[in-house]
């Protein structure tokens, strides 16, 4: 595939987790979370959004969230299971990125606040006025941020993306 072909990445927060006596990576998600994560999968299809390759944060709360999304969504990725998106700042989710190869067309992350918020922030050079006035009121469980991206995904770095759509389940 060339790298000239445009691209996607679309971040997901995690859904709401619960707070029982457990570590914080093994957290699962809460009520709210079970039913949020599937809206996000139904929101994801309806804008077509098909993903080659999703990275997913190695966290209880990110795999239930994934496992709900996925079984909305018109074809299931390869997904990677990464340790390092586990409460990541946008430095680092970038590094990931820049590791995926360039045969992926849309790649989907699934992580944590703040670093699924201020990588977009970062990464959005460029912003849909209204996708940009409703990320900036917060990136809440469940939101998925999209951003469009031309080039090498070794070559993403911030400012190098266009923040296009933002959603939330309780908007």
């Given amino acids: 595939m060339s790298v000239d072909v445009p691209r996607s990445i679309v971040l ?4 709401k987790a619960d707070w029982p006596q457990v570590a914080d990576h093994e957290r699962p998600l809460a009520e709210r979370g079970r039913l949020d994560a599937p809206a996000a999968g139904e929101w994801l299809a309806g804008q077509g959004i098909t993903p080659q ?3 997913c944060s190695t966290a209880t709360r990110t795999r239930e969230t994934w496992k709900l999304v996925v079984s909305h969504l018109p074809q299931r990725p390869k997904t990677v299971y990464e340790e390092r998106l586990y409460e990541a700042p946008p430095g680092q989710i970038i590094e990931v990125i820049n590791e995926v190869a360039d045969e992926v067309r849309d790649l989907l992350i699934i992580g ?3 670093g699924m918020q201020s ?3 970062v990464l959005a050079g460029a912003a849909d006025q209204e996708a940009q006035e ?3 009121r917060g990136f809440p469980t ?3 941020a999209i951003l469009r991206y031309t080039g090498s995904w070794k070559s993403v770095q911030p ?3 266009e923040l296009t759509h933002f959603w939330s389940p309780h908007e």
Avoid: C, E, I, Q
Avoid at 12 to 15: C, D, S, Y
């Fill in 119 to 121: 990588v977009a922030d």
């Fill in 12 to 15: 997901l927060r995690h859904a």
């Fill in 112 to 114: 944590h606040n703040p």
């Fill in 53 to 55: 390759l999703t990275l």
């Fill in 134 to 136: 409703r990320m900036a």
């Fill in 142 to 144: 469940a939101a998925v």
């Fill in 159 to 161: 400012g190098s993306a």
